[in-house]
């Protein structure tokens, strides 16, 4: 059961703002937040865990809905640099190590 | 510090050959993944290392499919008998420790091509 996210793809003004959604089916124990520029590696932003713990970047907020199963990435004053494909990663099980990921939303960023 | 390293970054091979994709992960760290990743989709899980063991190797496609790890570093993927559909970026990631709070350092990749 992948997550689902929303939008699949949103194109920006630099300095505006994007919500990025992903949802699951099943309950959630975390949720990761990764991007990937075209032709690179996926690279670790965020992870959010049940009962409101989470660690990431300082310029990136991201909020859990255990009850909704859902999460959202908020990217606020859009840099060009934000331009990329932005993955979900759940996680269901404590210490399961294993994430399913969206399909990603793919953010464009234009001067 | 050196991170993830894959190679090789690029292969062609034609249907029905043996494949072999190796991953070293950074040094120290005792988990290790591997993903798939077909053109402009998402990362497919395919199986998952804690120290040399597997205990979830439930993303394998089919057991064409496998993959070791040897003295809790280095990591290889082996498809055999290649297929068309096997066509796909595959990424390996590695982290700290199985904790909780753990971000996973991918490589870059090797891209399989099968003809």
């Known amino acids: 059961q992948q997550p689902v996210q929303s939008p699949q793809a949103v194109i920006l003004r630099e300095g505006e703002d994007a919500v990025i959604n992903c949802s699951s089916s099943k309950a959630l124990y975390s949720v990761h937040w990764y991007r990937q520029k075209h032709g690179e590696a996926p690279v670790f932003l965020m992870i959010?865990?049940?009962?409101?713990e989470q660690k990431g970047h300082d310029k990136i907020s991201a909020s859990f809905n255990e009850k909704k199963q859902q999460s959202s990435l908020y990217l606020t004053a859009s840099q060009l640099s934000y331009s990329g494909t932005y993955f979900c990663g759940t996680e269901w099980i404590q210490g399961a190590q294993k994430l399913v990921f969206g399909q990603g939303t793919r953010l464009t960023i234009n001067p | 510090g050196a991170g993830v390293s894959q190679s090789p970054s690029n292969k062609v091979t034609e249907k029905g050959k043996d494949v072999e994709l190796r991953c070293d992960p950074i040094?120290?760290?005792?988990?290790l993944y591997w993903y798939r990743q077909s053109l402009g989709q998402g990362l497919e899980f395919l199986i998952y290392f804690q120290g040399n063991s597997a205990p979830d190797k439930s993303g394998l496609p089919s057991d064409r499919f496998s993959a070791e790890r040897t003295g809790g570093s280095v990591s290889t993927l082996t498809i055999q008998r290649t297929q068309q559909e096997d066509s796909a970026v595959y990424l390996c990631?590695?982290?700290?420790?199985?904790?909780?709070?753990?971000?996973?350092?991918f490589g870059p990749g090797t891209r399989l091509t099968v003809t």
């Open positions: 990631a590695s982290s700290l420790v199985g904790g909780e709070i753990y971000e996973q350092y």
């Open positions: 040094s120290g760290h005792t988990a």
């Open positions: 959010l865990l049940k009962g409101g």
